[in-house]
């Protein structure tokens, strides 16, 4: 398998040759890491969440949008499908990496975590990169400083100037297009916790409506947790069957049914508070190969009218 820390870099050369086009802007840290601005001071737009959303499954997943409805107005969905799914979502595109300094707080996603290789994944998997380039995205409200480039200098054993940090609030529409991409990434990471094997999984595809933008985060974060757990719809192919499938969706319809920043504030917005259950698609239909069909949970179009204020 070739290195996917390599195929990201591809990709996020495109980026920087195309960041007018884009909305977005590349620079370089004291420190020799480039950060690329996809939606902190910049706007970015969905073309630009698109490739960004390419960068964090490291080319492995195609991503698009497609016109949709939610509760009977016009709304883009975003579409993600892979072949790769194990390597894709959950050795790439997971948030997995947390950057908390004393003045920058952040998320880190993206294949800069196969070079670390620490989390459950990558030892299951046995998957573990090696390359002399790396690029993490990082969800955050700031830009990142040179102690947060070294700090990933440090963990991938590289040099900062090896280091590429394209980075976007989440409210942004860059932050909207990349989390309505995780419906088929939060269905994988839900079955791993669940026991089921990601080698079996053989094809994932998802989509998502895109939320509408806030720049108050807190709002943006409920927003589109939402969009996924309300409107996100997942198919999976697979290879064997399971007693547990139905861990693949998101519990809020069932516990909650109220839009996340309701959820988050009753937990004083403490995510420790928070069952994890409820992070994952509304629906998702399970083709066993030679074997059953499951289609379990359902999308829930009047909490996202509430939470998107139709």
Partial sequence: MDSINRMAIELVDEALDFAGELGIEGYELDSGTTVIDFGVDADGGVEAGMLLTEIQTAGLATVQTRMGEVAGTPRQYVELSTDRPALALLCSQKGGWELVFDDFDGLGSGPARALVGEE??????????????????????????DEVAEHVADMTDLEPSAVFLPTYATGSVVGSVTSSARAPELAMFNLFEAGYDPNNVISVSGSAPLAPVSYDESVAMGRTNDAVAYGGRVHMTVHEDFDDFDSAISTAGEEYGVPFEQVFEDADWDFNEVDPGIFGPAQVTIDVVN???????????????????L
């Fill in 120 to 145: 459950e994944e990558f030892h299951h998997l046995g998957y573990y990169d090696e390359f002399d380039l790396t690029v993490l995205a990082v969800e955050s409200i700031e830009l990142p400083t």
């Fill in 291 to 309: 074997g059953p069909t499951y289609t379990l949970g359902e999308t829930d179009e009047d909490v996202l009218a509430e939470s998107f204020g």
